[in-house]
């Protein structure tokens, strides 16, 4: 039996994104809704994200929300 995969945010594409608009935590955490503390758990790689939240994170990037997440190492 195949061991099964773990996965993580891949939060390059969030920092990315918030590099080339400009933005701070606290201003993306306002664009996206979320507290602060919300989008530092995501940015850290905490497990205390809502799978909601990345959605909505993918829908204000502009990617399919299958794309931000990375297979862990």
Do not use: D, P, W
Not at 1 to 15: D, G
Not at 16 to 25: Q, V
Not at 53 to 68: D, F
């Amino acid at each position: 039996m195949e061991k099964s995969k773990s996965y993580m945010i891949n939060t390059e594409i969030i920092e990315k994104y918030m590099h080339k608009h400009n933005l701070s935590i606290e201003k993306m955490a306002k664009l996206c809704g979320f507290e602060k503390e919300e989008l530092v758990f995501i940015l850290e790689n905490n497990s205390k994200y809502k799978l909601h939240q990345i959605v909505r994170l993918s829908r204000i990037i502009g990617i399919e929300y299958e794309n931000m997440f990375i297979i862990k190492k």
